[in-house]
């Protein structure tokens, strides 16, 4: 899901900056979901409620994607993944997107994606600040990655941003009748896809 993050703090069995294998295991016997940033665990929570876990109108735009995208690419190799699969953006760092891409095989001792394509963050007014901008540029600078879409849960909008050789265009999207054109996965979104069932303002 899409996260504000707080101030890194370390869990207090810590006494350094954790691996990714270390926080792998040390995420198992937590309830709360994490990502890992520079070493350090940072609790995931909504952004709209401030507590762990989605809203019901961030939940309902992330599973509309990930049925779209999900119908899309069932007989291909790739497929969509949810914050459970993680993206390795650094050394010691770790992320969750709303919705992964992902074109590796899906193994049960593997935790994070091995050939991310796009990720999906559903996006509200709180997620602002330095802390989430360089979550995003964080996904810029991965070099597997070809899509980041952003979606705005107080209106209909999207901005795609899409890899262009060494650098990266932005397309915006607004109101429901455009179609998010997605060719190096195969897929295309309808903005009334996104937004089936969600009822939003109009951004103006």
């Not at 901008?133 to 979606?151: A, C, D, P, S």
Request: with cysteine; proline share 7%.
């Amino acid at each position: 899901m899409t996260t504000m993050l707080s101030e890194p703090t370390m869990p207090n069995t810590a006494t350094k900056r954790m691996s990714i294998d270390e926080f792998f295991v040390w995420q198992q016997g937590q309830e709360d979901r994490y990502e890992l940033v520079d070493g350090v665990p940072v609790i995931m929570r909504d952004p709209l409620t401030m507590m762990t876990g989605a809203s019901s109108l961030h939940d309902r735009i992330t599973s509309n994607v990930l049925i779209a995208l999900g119908n899309q690419l069932r007989d291909g190799p790739c497929w969509p993944a949810t914050a459970d699969l993680a993206l390795r953006t650094k050394i010691r760092s770790l992320r969750r997107a709303d919705v992964l891409v992902t074109c590796d095989e899906p193994r049960p001792d593997v935790y994070e994606a091995q050939e991310p394509k796009m990720v999906v963050e559903v996006l509200s007014p709180s997620n602002k600040g330095l802390p989430w901008q360089r979550k995003i540029e964080e996904y810029r600078q991965h070099g597997k990655l070809v899509y980041l879409l952003l979606i705005a849960s107080e209106g209909e909008a999207a901005t795609l941003i899409r890899r262009n050789g060494e650098g990266w265009t932005h397309e915006d999207f607004d109101g429901r009748e455009p179609v998010i054109e997605l060719p190096a996965i195969g897929c295309r979104l309808m903005m009334a896809e996104i937004y089936r069932g969600v009822i939003v303002q109009p951004i103006e």
